[in-house]
């Protein structure tokens, strides 16, 4: 499986990327006339811009509420018949819940086809922030022309830190590999630290490769790989209203376009999969307050989905999360989420153990207590990467799923984040 | 509605019922041998004796992992035909996911039925506290022939500070009403701070009524009030293994005993939800961490399961929590939480208003936001009661659901529990 090396690039590693970003002054208002144009305050906006017409494909979050921006990306997209040259990506608004947000989604992309000269339907809208405020457009009539001008095959960094938000590092992952007997490389960036859960698509997640794929084989290979990592992620149990995951193909790196589930389509899978995995687990660690990256294994288990059920119940406790918190070897409240966990297992199989670089440790078996070293627990949940492994004992299937801890600052950062 | 009247005496209210309750060190070793029996520190084991043989229904947790005083309890109630004369509770140890447990379980009823001199099948059993440790039963067999002795009419508070843990208060609730011409009386006792959710039975709780009704009826109605009540009840989404609640009816009113679903059994239900939801308010009060009382109202929904659904995806959401904790009218995290709830309706049709005695203001009319005074928004939500007022706008039925803000102190309580 090993057939990828990773690279550094984000999305610029692959073939005919550019990228670009800025501060506009979304949250805080315009730069002053005095200052730079390229503030130090941190951007706020981002673009993205192919050197050829792109594939692409993209999962959006599952909630009714939807943000303006992801309406617009989806008729763009129809229109275009799945064709996209450019992405345009705010932070500090999610222009969702506005009467006017369809109109402002569709002027960002107005505005950046203009200043790209491409048609407007082949740009991909996405917005992140507070809910509910008017999305000033000022900033961005201002910022459009100059990402324009700035855009850079080195610009990836740049675009990854506009889209940050309550999030403390940029998250960009990118990785090489081979297929068709050509180099490939895929890359993304994305953020989010709170409001991230299971069943919906992800928080803003941009990926890009050279690869040559199909539109059916890139919505499939997304689908698939979103289900196994960024749906396997819970800060917080909440579901945002933006959460897009677009993945956007140049097909600059010759390889023969996939079109079916050969050996390629594989290796572009495990090549996705590495990105959007190491991704998760960024926004794991970066959760709102964490200070402890959770990873929970639910292996033997009958089927995938009892499987990413019972991992995903786990990691969404928020009980178990203060106990790993506290470094507390609580496994009752492990066991407790397995056993609400929505599937169809013997709990009297069900065995536990916990992990970490200090060692591992049985905790539970048969779905009993089992005697164990309290100095040796704590040894291991002192550690600031824990892995809880759940064994179902009731078949041969293993799923992941990958949270944080629940910390005063998570409530802190939340009782407070408007202002 | 108002065909009752709130009185003292909780468990005791209805005529039959004596309670009794001690400390027993169930979590901290047996009083010294120096100590008064009944020591200071907080008690932990409380028995319910009835008068005569009574009606018994019970609401259990949906858990897979359930506590072995669920699985003895139900037993019991299987072999007498419904019928019990006493409870024994524990708290400091749920007595779940041991291997000894329903050994255990069977020894306290086996304990309490000799001092009582009754069948054991009668003796309900419950136990509250941490998962996964052996329950001792040196302090039980200590402890049962002194509650028998001790049990009065009166006993209902000592009984109800007996089943505490994290609660910071007891709770208990009574009224009293006519049924049949005769005057009843029906009253409650709780527990429960944390592990509170939706879709599971309750924490424990115990109702005694002297209000005559026959097991179906009993059962029937407890079933169909747990719905409204305690199952919209959630302090954090995790669901307990141990949760029960027990409806037991003595008969010794002398009403006519209800059988169908006559004008008596909805005066009796009334009289029920008045005490269930009482004591959910006060579940929700003292929430783990809490310093606001949440209530949501979902109305104008098209029917009573999607109003309970969409209540309680907001009063479960831990950003909306948050927010209500740090007294930020972000209405946005509100409708965000009403569009993930899995019911169908329109969500551009969905208003939200924030209120408490401090006023009410609307902040979302039609899934979009409305301009309001922000100053209005503080002064309301700085109350220690606040509500939260759904319209779904698709229909006539209206849902309750309670809960609190996410603290701090939520944070610390449970990043250290078992210590």
Redesign the interface.
Known sequence: MENFETINGGICAAKGFKASGLYCGIKHGLPDGNESPISNKKNDIAMIFADVECNAAGVYT?????GAPIVVTKKNLAKSGGKARAVIVNSGN?N????DGEEKALEMCRLTAEALNIPAEQVIVASTG????TLPIEPIKYAVPLLAEKLSYEGNTEAATAIMTTDTVKKEYAVKFVAGGKECHLGGMAKGS??IHPN?ATTLNFITTDCAVSPEMLQKALSEIVKITYNCLSV??????NDTCMLIASGLAGNTEITTENDDFQIFKNALYQVMKNLTIMLAKDGEGATKLITCVCSSAPDLDTAIIVAKSVI????FK??M??E?A????I???????EADFD?NKVDVDIASRSGKLAV?RN???VDFSEEKAEEILKEDEIEILIGLNSGEVSATAWGCD???D??????????
């Open positions: 599952s909630n009714k509420v939807k999610a969702t819940c506005n009467a507070v809910i509910g405020l709170g409001m919906m917080d149990g909440d579901q945002s209203t969404r406790s928020p009980l203060c106990a918190f506290g507390d609580n496994w009752g409240r066991l407790c989420a397995v056993g609400y966990a709990i539970c779905g009993a207590g629940l910390t005063y998570y409530v802190k950062i939340n009782g407070d984040y408007r202002s």
